[in-house]
């Protein structure tokens, strides 16, 4: 039921929904496939959410879904695991993003597992793989318990609900706030459905199915849940990303909203900005011998960022990580004589490039992923990084793998473009169209915090801006083109780059036209040097 409150924050369209989802979109927020889907637990409605729907609507569109027999939704004759899989199936938008919480995370990840052609990403709230432990399984509630629990709803609905209430907030750091909040909420449930649902809840079971959910997966966990041991969230596969809130109980949402709404935005923009490696790989070996008479902005940051090494100490190993066409790794060859200096890339065709150009230096050439870099533990004294890692998909694995590498006091030094890299061009194309034309860049915050949770210390980062000109925009995205900078996010839909659709383009960047008649690209650099 949705408050007051909640009406007057968020435009709610009946018209697009059923009476079991309800849409919020904000008024500047534009209807699209790309829409946030909350499912909520057992004992509750879509009620459970609170605020969250209205606040994450001012970023995606929001629906939340009633299950059958709670809230406004009907129930249905067969509350076996397919047949609500089948019922979502029905009732979900053609693709989606899903939040679930416990049972409604549970279903979710079922319906994940079976369509996931629909699903382009995937959260859950507070859900185990299984809720009631088994002698294979023991992360989870006692059978004892749960039994006990079904005998009270047997006897009590009304009494086994308000128990769940204080249940849910048990443990949790604001417990009182909670339980009261909580015993405040509209709760409208079908006993014969509350009955079908509990037992639903004791028969599901996620350990294998979870394996065939391949779409980008975050697990949060509350630290203090009596409900679902917070252990759970290691038995979940390495491919689901998981977050951990220690202060909070079963509804992590409620009690750090903060942090989950935060952490919500950032998964979705994640997923939205998912790059296709071999896609990028590819543009990049296609580029190769056009690269270096393009590549201005990265050749300047190589030069700043190699007068910034410490080169006082004793350095015998060197990586140069993305090194490209193998320019700056031979200069790292010529200024460290003594290390043995290795370039490595995820370019196949780009890294044979480098090597033919230095066919007659000792450098060691090594065709690898950032993220899983195939490198001894703690085998390199320094790792040079120009322009490459925001190819990476996630911050933190690459960093991960860069820090198992290094050796003790090892030194590593990067250059990545900052989020306000092509502005101009970003603003422009999106008065165009709704695709995705540039890719998304991580804040010098987002560095500076994945580097210290993975280990590094003594972090220093700055951030500069400088701006290139071109005489035309058709000059502009020549250079991109030709240095293999092209967009390349797997699973998204583009419209094609026709006549019309640059002709567009380019009378939408005369706003930016200097009085010299150039056009602008400015590149926000981000400089850092971290310590192991």
Same mark, same amino acid.
Not at 54 to 68: C, F, N, Q, R
Not at 391 to 408: F, G, H, K, M, Q
Not at 444 to 450: I, L, P
Not at 483 to 504: D, E, I
């Given at each position: 039921?949705?408050?007051?409150?909640?009406?007057?924050?968020?435009?709610?369209?009946?018209?697009?929904?059923?009476?079991?989802?309800?849409?919020?979109?904000?008024?500047?927020?534009?209807?699209?496939?790309?829409?946030?889907?909350?499912?909520?637990?057992?004992?509750?409605?879509?009620?459970?959410?609170?605020?969250?729907?209205?606040?994450?609507?001012?970023?995606?569109?929001?629906?939340?879904?009633?299950?059958?027999?709670?809230?406004?939704?009907?129930?249905?004759?067969?509350?076996?695991?397919?047949?609500?899989?089948?019922?979502?199936?029905?009732?979900?938008?053609?693709?989606?993003?899903?939040?679930?919480?416990?049972?409604?995370?549970?279903?979710?990840?079922?319906?994940?597992?079976?369509?996931?052609?629909?699903?382009?990403?995937?959260?859950?709230?507070?859900?185990?793989?299984?809720?009631?432990?088994?002698?294979?399984?023991?992360?989870?509630?006692?059978?004892?318990?749960?039994?006990?629990?079904?005998?009270?709803?047997?006897?009590?609905?009304?009494?086994?609900?308000?128990?769940?209430?204080?249940?849910?907030?048990?443990?949790?750091?604001?417990?009182?706030?909670?339980?009261?909040?909580?015993?405040?909420?509209?709760?409208?449930?079908?006993?014969?459905?509350?009955?079908?649902?509990?037992?639903?809840?004791?028969?599901?079971?996620? #350990? %294998? *199915?979870?394996?065939?959910?391949?779409?980008?997966?975050? =697990?949060?966990?509350? $630290?203090? /849940?009596?409900?679902? +041991?917070?252990?759970?969230?290691?038995?979940?596969?390495?491919?689901?990303?998981?977050?951990?809130?220690?202060?909070?109980?079963?509804?992590?949402?409620?009690?750090?909203?903060?942090?989950?709404?935060?952490?919500?935005?950032?998964?979705?923009?994640?997923?939205?900005?998912?790059?296709?490696?071999?896609?990028?790989?590819?543009?990049?070996?296609?580029?190769?011998?056009?690269?270096?008479?393009?590549?201005?902005?990265?050749?300047?940051?190589?030069?700043?960022?190699?007068?910034?090494?410490?080169?006082?100490?004793?350095?015998?190993?060197?990586?140069?990580?993305?090194?490209?066409?193998? #320019? %700056? *790794?031979?200069?790292?060859?010529?200024?460290?004589?003594? =290390?043995?200096?290795? $370039?490595? /890339?995820?370019?196949? +065709?780009?890294?044979?490039?480098?090597?033919?150009?230095?066919?007659?230096?000792?450098?060691?050439?090594?065709?690898?992923?950032?993220?899983?870099?195939?490198?001894?533990?703690?085998?390199?004294?320094?790792?040079?990084?120009?322009?490459?890692?925001?190819?990476?998909?996630?911050?933190?694995?690459?960093?991960?793998?860069?820090?198992?590498?290094?050796?003790?006091?090892?030194?590593?030094?990067?250059?990545?473009?900052?989020?306000?890299?092509?502005?101009?061009?970003?603003?422009?194309?999106?008065?165009?169209?709704?695709?995705?034309?540039?890719?998304?860049?991580?804040?010098?915050?987002?560095? %500076?915090?994945?580097?210290?949770?993975?280990?590094?210390?003594?972090?220093?980062?700055?951030?500069?801006?400088?701006?290139?000109?071109?005489?035309?925009?058709?000059?502009?995205?020549?250079?991109?083109?030709?240095?293999?900078?092209?967009?390349?996010?797997?699973?998204?839909?583009?419209?094609?780059?026709?006549?019309?659709?640059?002709?567009?383009?380019?009378?939408?960047?005369?706003?930016?036209?200097?009085?010299?008649?150039?056009?602008?690209?400015?590149?926000?650099?981000?400089?850092?040097?971290?310590?192991?």
């Amino acid at each position: 039921m949705l408050t007051n409150q909640a009406l007057n924050s968020v435009s709610v369209s009946p018209e697009l929904v059923n009476h079991s989802l309800t849409l919020y979109s904000s008024g500047e927020a534009k209807l699209h496939s790309e829409a946030v889907v909350l499912i909520h637990g057992w004992g509750c409605n879509s009620d459970i959410w609170q605020t969250l729907p209205e606040k994450l609507s001012a970023y995606i569109d929001v629906y939340t879904l009633d299950l059958p027999g709670f809230g406004n939704s009907s129930p249905i004759d067969d509350y076996t695991e397919q047949s609500l899989v089948d019922w979502l199936h029905t009732q979900l938008p053609q693709t989606c993003y899903l939040i679930g919480l416990s049972l409604g995370g549970m279903l979710c990840r079922s319906f994940a597992a079976q369509h996931p052609e629909r699903v382009l990403g995937l959260v859950t709230l507070s859900t185990n793989l299984k809720f009631v432990a088994d002698s294979h399984y023991l992360s989870a509630m006692p059978n004892a318990d749960f039994e006990q629990f079904m005998a009270i709803w047997d006897q009590d609905p009304s009494a086994c609900l308000n128990r769940f209430s204080g249940l849910q907030a048990q443990g949790d750091q604001q417990q009182r706030q909670l339980t009261r909040q909580l015993r405040r909420m509209e709760t409208d449930i079908d006993t014969v459905a509350g009955k079908d649902m509990l037992r639903l809840l004791a028969e599901l079971d996620s #350990t %294998q *199915t979870i394996e065939q959910i391949r779409c980008p997966s975050l =697990a949060i966990f509350g $630290g203090r /849940d009596c409900l679902v +041991p917070v252990n759970a969230s290691n038995q979940l596969p390495d491919s689901h990303e998981v977050l951990v809130l220690d202060s909070a109980a079963h509804l992590p949402h409620l009690s750090c909203d903060t942090e989950v709404l935060d952490r919500l935005r950032e998964f979705i923009d994640q997923s939205k900005y998912q790059l296709d490696k071999q896609q990028v790989a590819q543009a990049f070996g296609r580029a190769a011998e056009t690269y270096d008479s393009a590549a201005h902005i990265q050749k300047w940051s190589s030069d700043q960022l190699l007068k910034l090494l410490d080169d006082s100490g004793v350095i015998k190993s060197i990586v140069d990580l993305g090194c490209g066409t193998g #320019t %700056q *790794t031979a200069v790292l060859n010529k200024k460290f004589v003594q =290390a043995q200096v290795t $370039g490595v /890339d995820f370019s196949a +065709p780009m890294l044979a490039y480098a090597k033919s150009q230095q066919a007659n230096s000792d450098i060691k050439w090594l065709c690898c992923d950032a993220e899983d870099l195939a490198l001894q533990n703690q085998s390199k004294d320094l790792v040079f990084s120009n322009f490459a890692l925001q190819w990476c998909n996630n911050l933190t694995p690459s960093l991960a793998e860069i820090y198992r590498v290094l050796d003790a006091e090892g030194q590593f030094y990067f250059a990545i473009p900052g989020p306000q890299t092509l502005c101009e061009l970003r603003k422009v194309w999106s008065e165009i169209d709704d695709d995705i034309h540039i890719n998304r860049f991580a804040s010098a915050d987002q560095w %500076q915090a994945a580097l210290k949770s993975v280990g590094f210390s003594s972090i220093e980062i700055t951030q500069t801006t400088k701006v290139e000109y071109h005489p035309s925009v058709k000059d502009l995205l020549w250079n991109l083109k030709t240095v293999g900078a092209t967009n390349n996010n797997s699973g998204k839909s583009k419209q094609l780059t026709g006549k019309q659709h640059l002709k567009r383009l380019y009378q939408a960047y005369d706003q930016f036209k200097t009085s010299q008649y150039t056009y602008p690209a400015t590149w926000d650099i981000i400089f850092g040097r971290a310590v192991k």
